[in-house]
């Protein structure tokens, strides 16, 4: 707990459920959730832009900057030329990303607290990392990237020009397969699945303003019980779930049993992620201008790559 580098929330969120038993596993999305994403984000961006200006990046050896260059005139089309930018981003993240202090310092903790972690690509420069201590949550994962694998390559054998650039580099987030599989492995109650489903299905209201609707439309405080609000990026089906409450208070009494300061800062940071399900169709969209930004850096095409 004295880990200055990860931050509170991030050790109730991702961490403490996993190590006390109470969640199968959990998620970090790399770099987004590390401390330092914003610098690490703005390196990953100048670096590529100097390699697509055919500037010599630093710590490259000159036979690597000499091959790139040479190799530029043998990428003959587009689809050579979305690879070739496909690999230099996951060079780019195994350098930037998996190279600075905070990814080994949250690794580093990993290892120490005896957890099993898998890395699983979303995007060229995204990873998700599972924690887990079940080895069977490693076989499911398997099966959830092949099972992304596929509903991507259906939905770029069959585009749709109206589907913004998000929807369509992600088209997994409105498979009720992938959604089900997806929230079993993260041990979500069921029937917050099947509404997160449900909503993301209907096209009326997104799970996330479905959520923030729900918290400012209630009428008496009891009628939200903070312990569904268990962790983040997390829509109980309604803002007193008790299915979702029996998680969060399971969680609150073994912190209990530990010590009583841990579980009451446990309670405020439950409150923080009740605040933000109710802000967070605007950090949605957010995030959603900042992802389709990036996805120009290879051009639509690249996801042909995984």
């Known amino acids: 707990m004295n880990e200055h580098v990860i931050p509170l929330k991030t050790k109730f969120d991702d961490y403490l459920p996993v190590v006390l038993g109470i969640r199968r596993a959990t998620q970090i999305v790399v770099p987004a959730e590390l401390p330092d994403a914003a610098i690490l984000g703005a390196t990953i961006d100048d670096r590529f832009r100097q390699k697509m200006q055919g500037r010599r990046l630093p710590g490259e050896s000159l036979g690597q900057f000499f091959k790139d260059k040479a190799g530029k005139f043998w990428r003959r089309n ?11 981003l996951r060079d780019l993240y195994a350098d930037v990303v ?25 995007r060229p420069t995204i990873r998700e990392i599972y924690l887990f201590t079940d080895p069977q949550v490693a076989i499911e994962l398997e099966e959830l990237q092949d099972l992304r694998k596929d509903i991507r390559y259906e939905a770029m054998k069959s585009p749709d020009p109206s589907t913004p650039p998000y929807a369509r580099a992600f088209p997994e987030e409105k ?38 609707s729900q918290l400012t439309g209630v009428e008496r405080p009891d009628e939200i019980d903070p312990f569904a609000f268990f962790t983040k990026d997390f829509f109980p089906c309604q803002p007193d779930c008790p ?64």
């Open 243 to 306: 299915e979702a409450a029996k998680i969060g208070k399971a969680i609150y009494e073994k912190l209990s049993q530990i010590d009583r300061g841990l579980a009451e800062e446990y309670k405020k940071h439950l409150m923080d992620n009740v605040s933000l399900v109710r802000n967070y169709p605007e950090i949605i969209q957010k995030k959603i201008e900042a992802l389709e930004k990036s996805l120009g850096r290879t051009g639509e095409g690249d996801r042909l790559e995984e």
């Open 78 to 88: 587009q689809m050579q030329e979305i690879r070739y930018r496909t690999g230099v």
């Open 98 to 122: 998996e190279g600075s202090h905070s990814y080994q310092v949250y690794m580093k903790w990993v290892d120490k607290l005896g957890l099993q972690r898998k890395e699983l690509e979303s």
């Open 175 to 212: 498979n009720a397969g992938y959604l089900k599989k997806l929230g079993s492995i993260l041990g979500f109650p069921v029937c917050c699945i099947d509404r997160y489903i449900f909503d993301r299905d209907s096209g009326v209201l997104t799970p996330e303003t479905r959520a923030s």
